[in-house]
């Protein structure tokens, strides 16, 4: 059976009298179930992430949405980057917004999860080698979008910025499904999975067969059109259909203790980035008045 066949099953990961516990939500989703039977609320529940990967990888352009948005040319390969292990957080978690910088985005995406080593897997036996599929939002600091450029090291790799959850679920065909980010309880994005261009298949067949992927490991898998900044107390959440709502709220730190190194920009090439189509937008409307 792969992870696409039902019945549909999951498992979370919270901190329960102070030690790590997997649990089951219950029928109605207003509990959480222990190992051992003993039942809490799941809304007092303090979650952990659902795994601990090795490493984490993810694709920059996957829908077209997100593509045309940036008339970018057509995809004819796919590429990627990777987030640190410590950019891991969880469902509730807070992202940080450091108070020196401004454009830190959501980016909502399913997150393929590894449950067998994968190297050199063909597409058709990805599915039996995945624990399972969670909601994921790749956050990103834009401010530090010149500096980084592709690699994202800083944009996408400050420490929390890859909230995963509530848990991992299989026994759900995941290409069925569509992906929504809310901001405020407005929808923000929304994108079937079936419009990505290179499908989760092909992306860990792709990255397996130079890459040994562990259990445990992510693969987020791209996101639509509109990725635009928060403020500091906004609610985003992600949702996959049949998969589960990750719910995450924005927060400020302090800025580093010192100026070693680049600091934060802010200039047309990364408001391009951090505004997408709204600074496309606003750049035509200029030109148009210019003529």
Not at 233 to 261: C, F, K, M, Q
Not at 263 to 288: F, H, K, N, S, Y
Request: hydrophobic share 35%.
């Amino acid at each position: 059976m792969t992870v696409l066949e039902g019945p549909r099953r999951e498992v979370r990961r919270i901190i329960e009298g102070g030690t790590p516990q997997w649990v089951m939500p219950s029928e109605d989703g207003t509990e959480l179930v222990l190992a051992d039977g003993r039942r809490i609320g799941e809304a007092t529940a303090t979650y952990l992430p659902p795994c601990d990967p090795t490493k984490i990888l993810c694709i920059h352009l996957n829908f077209d949405s997100r593509r045309v948005e940036f008339r970018a040319p057509e995809l004819t390969t796919p590429t990627y980057f990777q987030k640190p292990p410590t950019t891991m957080n969880s469902h509730r978690g807070l992202l940080y917004r450091p108070a020196d910088c401004q454009y830190i985005n959501f980016e909502g995406e399913v997150a393929a999860i590894v449950g067998r080593p994968m190297k050199n897997v063909a597409p058709d036996d990805v599915w039996d080698h995945l624990a399972g599929f969670a909601p994921a939002n790749d956050v990103g600091l834009h401010d530090f979008r010149e500096t980084d450029q592709g690699g994202m090291t800083r944009v996408k790799g400050q420490d929390g910025y890859c909230p995963v959850g509530p848990g991992i679920v299989r026994g759900v065909d995941i290409r069925q499904e569509t992906l929504r980010t809310y901001l405020n309880g407005q929808v923000v994005q929304e994108d079937p999975v079936s419009n990505m261009t290179f499908g989760i298949d092909y992306q860990l067949a792709d990255l397996c067969r130079h890459i040994t992927l562990l259990p445990g490991d992510i693969v987020l898998t791209g996101t639509p059109a509109n990725s635009r900044p928060m403020e500091l107390g906004d609610v985003v959440e992600v949702e996959v259909t049949g998969i589960g709502r990750l719910t995450n709220t924005v927060a400020e730190r302090p800025a580093p203790s010192h100026t070693l190194g680049h600091q934060p920009m802010d200039t047309d090439a990364i408001r391009r980035v951090a505004l997408g189509g709204d600074w496309w937008a606003a750049r035509d409307a200029e030109q148009a008045a210019a003529q």
